[in-house]
Protein backbone atom coordinates (compact mmCIF):
# COMPACT_ATOMS: atom_id res chain seq x y z
CA UNK A 1 0.00 0.00 0.00
CA UNK A 2 1.06 3.30 -1.30
CA UNK A 3 0.71 6.40 1.59
CA UNK A 4 1.13 10.33 0.35
CA UNK A 5 1.67 12.89 3.16
CA UNK A 6 1.58 15.71 2.64
CA UNK A 7 3.00 18.83 5.08
CA UNK A 8 4.07 22.75 4.68
CA UNK A 9 0.26 24.41 4.07
CA UNK A 10 -0.44 27.45 6.09
CA UNK A 11 -1.38 30.92 6.51
CA UNK A 12 0.40 33.68 4.23
CA UNK A 13 0.06 37.32 3.30
CA UNK A 14 -0.25 37.95 -0.43
CA UNK A 15 3.12 38.33 -1.85
CA UNK A 16 4.10 35.91 0.13
CA UNK A 17 5.87 32.22 -0.41
CA UNK A 18 5.17 28.94 0.95
CA UNK A 19 6.59 25.33 -0.38
CA UNK A 20 4.52 22.22 0.14
CA UNK A 21 6.06 18.57 -0.02
CA UNK A 22 4.51 15.43 -0.52
CA UNK A 23 6.58 12.10 0.39
CA UNK A 24 5.55 9.07 -1.26
CA UNK A 25 6.15 5.98 1.28
CA UNK A 26 5.07 1.80 1.13
CA UNK A 27 6.39 -1.21 -0.66
CA UNK A 28 7.24 -2.22 -4.35
CA UNK A 29 6.24 0.87 -6.24
CA UNK A 30 7.51 3.08 -9.14
CA UNK A 31 6.38 6.38 -9.57
CA UNK A 32 5.46 8.00 -13.03
CA UNK A 33 4.07 10.85 -12.45
CA UNK A 34 3.51 13.58 -8.95
CA UNK A 35 1.73 16.60 -8.96
CA UNK A 36 -0.79 18.70 -7.02
CA UNK A 37 -4.03 19.99 -7.46
CA UNK A 38 -6.51 21.94 -5.54
CA UNK A 39 -9.79 22.45 -4.71
CA UNK A 40 -11.30 25.85 -3.42
CA UNK A 41 -14.78 26.21 -1.14
CA UNK A 42 -17.62 25.31 -3.83
CA UNK A 43 -15.64 24.89 -6.62
CA UNK A 44 -14.19 21.56 -8.43
CA UNK A 45 -10.58 20.08 -7.92
CA UNK A 46 -8.64 21.28 -10.26
CA UNK A 47 -4.75 20.61 -11.51
CA UNK A 48 -2.17 22.95 -10.13
CA UNK A 49 1.19 21.57 -11.90
CA UNK A 50 2.80 18.32 -12.67
CA UNK A 51 5.87 16.54 -13.17
CA UNK A 52 7.01 13.08 -14.78
CA UNK A 53 9.17 10.83 -14.37
CA UNK A 54 10.48 11.78 -17.76
CA UNK A 55 11.05 15.58 -16.46
CA UNK A 56 8.13 16.98 -18.06
CA UNK A 57 5.78 19.45 -16.54
CA UNK A 58 2.29 20.95 -16.43
CA UNK A 59 1.11 24.22 -15.04
CA UNK A 60 -2.26 25.54 -14.46
CA UNK A 61 -2.38 29.14 -16.05
CA UNK A 62 -3.47 30.87 -13.13
CA UNK A 63 0.03 29.61 -11.88
CA UNK A 64 2.82 29.96 -14.52
CA UNK A 65 5.69 32.12 -13.43
CA UNK A 66 4.64 31.56 -10.20
CA UNK A 67 4.41 28.16 -9.03
CA UNK A 68 7.75 25.36 -9.33
CA UNK A 69 6.73 21.80 -9.30
CA UNK A 70 9.88 19.75 -8.53
CA UNK A 71 10.95 16.26 -7.21
CA UNK A 72 13.56 14.61 -5.20
CA UNK A 73 13.76 10.91 -6.34
CA UNK A 74 15.71 9.16 -4.35
CA UNK A 75 13.06 10.48 -1.41
CA UNK A 76 10.08 10.16 -3.65
CA UNK A 77 9.20 13.38 -2.81
CA UNK A 78 7.67 15.82 -5.04
CA UNK A 79 7.64 20.21 -3.89
CA UNK A 80 5.64 23.06 -5.11
CA UNK A 81 7.13 26.25 -4.13
CA UNK A 82 4.51 28.96 -4.16
CA UNK A 83 5.19 32.29 -4.21
CA UNK A 84 3.80 35.39 -5.10
CA UNK A 85 0.68 34.24 -3.53
CA UNK A 86 -2.69 35.70 -3.89
CA UNK A 87 -5.75 35.66 -2.23
CA UNK A 88 -7.61 33.46 -5.06
CA UNK A 89 -4.56 30.16 -4.37
CA UNK A 90 -6.39 30.23 -1.56
CA UNK A 91 -7.39 26.24 -1.28
CA UNK A 92 -7.21 22.50 0.28
CA UNK A 93 -3.93 21.26 -1.80
CA UNK A 94 -3.87 17.73 -2.66
CA UNK A 95 -0.35 15.79 -3.60
CA UNK A 96 -0.98 13.08 -6.25
CA UNK A 97 0.44 10.25 -7.59
CA UNK A 98 0.24 8.04 -10.61
CA UNK A 99 2.47 4.88 -10.06
CA UNK A 100 2.87 1.26 -10.59
CA UNK A 101 2.29 -1.32 -7.21
CA UNK A 102 2.52 -3.15 -9.74
CA UNK A 103 -0.87 -2.60 -10.62
CA UNK A 104 -1.52 1.18 -12.18
CA UNK A 105 -3.29 3.67 -10.45
CA UNK A 106 -3.56 7.14 -8.81
CA UNK A 107 -3.05 7.74 -5.25
CA UNK A 108 -3.86 10.81 -3.52
CA UNK A 109 -3.07 12.96 0.35
CA UNK A 110 -5.23 13.77 2.50
CA UNK A 111 -4.80 17.55 1.45
CA UNK A 112 -3.19 20.62 3.19
CA UNK A 113 -4.90 24.13 3.79
CA UNK A 114 -3.43 27.12 1.84
CA UNK A 115 -4.83 30.11 3.11
CA UNK A 116 -3.70 33.50 1.56
CA UNK A 117 -4.67 36.33 3.14
CA UNK A 118 -4.97 39.91 1.32
Known amino acids: QVQLVESGGGLVQAGGSLRLSCAAS????????MGWYRQAPGKQRELVAR???????NYADSVKGRFTVSRDNGKNTVYLQMSSLKPEDTAVYYC????????????WGQGTQVTVSS
Open 51 to 57: LTSSGST
Open 26 to 33: GSSFSINA
Open 96 to 107: NADLWTPLYGSY
